[in-house]
């Protein structure tokens, strides 16, 4: 059938995500357009088609390593099937990009899980300026919505503001903050945190964890000594690891990716302003080069525009929008 058919069969019977469609608007002009342009270029499979394949790919943030792949891939199927059109290619390429997201690391679950008796903790990582402290507050409003009492520990003590900054979010979601003196040590914070959380009977505590650019021995030290004090004073706890990544940083944003799995285990990612750029290939080659999946993509700057990802909406906004035809 083809996956671009499936998608269109699947949202013909229900309506897209608006805030998929609209907030992946510059994507899918950056990508689906493009192929569909290429594809009327070059009715057969020429050089010249591969040639700009890859360059679209690239540019639409899929990665090196994937788009070389993925061409190479293509180029076979080609051999096999010297009669494929430009315009099924795109379409293999698209059912390509599918599998490589679905079969590139573990089973995807996006919601947190959460254990009867004990809190679940995420700790929330990622350089200054990603938006990290913006999906705390998003993502600690989706949950207290969801009935869960939530927990804040204002773990970034080394950033100007930053402390204040989760403080203010507190105040407006009416949720608790456990809060160290400036410049104190980010674990302290956390210890403080786990303490209050298993007192207090709370469901979730959001660690926000130091936004440093740093050397990967110092990220790597921090963040253990984060998880050892939390494992020791919550030691039946779920704990969950999410990199908060910039869209609109492209390859900047996986090397991000890259850098903080090397130092400490991440159970998913959240990429904000995905509204806010062209280059919607980025999911797409954060899975493929560090085999986290993408849990919450940010799509707006509404409290409930951090959404969960969802892998066929997401296709479907990217490569067809609210055209079922």
Known sequence: MGLINFLKSKFGKKKPEENYVKGLAKSRAAFSDR????????????????????????ESDVGVSLTLRLIDELLEKSKENPNLSSQEANDELIDMMFVSYVEKGESIVNELSFKEGVPTVLLMEGVNGVGKTTSIAKLAYRYKKQGKKI????????????VEQLSIWASRLEVDIVKGKPNADPASVAFDGAKAARE??????????????????????????????????????????????????????????????????????????????????IILSIRDEIGAPVRFIGLGEKME?????????????LLVGDDNG
Not at 36 to 48: D, F, M, N, Q, R
Not at 305 to 316: K, Q, T, W
Request: zero cysteines; charged letters at 25%.
């Open 35 to 58: 192929l569909a342009l290429l594809a009327k270029k070059h009715a057969k499979l020429t050089p010249e088609y591969f040639e700009e394949l890859e360059t679209i790919l690239i």
């Open 200 to 281: 207090g009977h709370y469901d979730l505590l959001i660690v926000d964890t130091a936004g440093r650019q740093q050397t990967k021995a110092n990220l790597m030290n921090e963040l253990g000594k984060i998880r050892r004090v939390i494992a020791r004073e919550l030691p039946e706890s779920p704990i969950e690891a999410f990199l908060v990544i910039d869209a609109t940083t492209g390859q900047n944003g996986v090397s991000q990716a890259k850098a903080f799995a090397e130092a400490s285990p991440l159970t998913g990612i959240v990429i904000t302003k995905m509204d806010g750029t062209s280059k919607g290939g």
């Open 151 to 162: 927990l804040l520990a204002a773990g970034d003590t080394f950033r100007a503001g930053a």
């Open 305 to 317: 525009d951090l959404v969960e990802f969802d892998l066929d909406e997401y296709l479907h906004a």
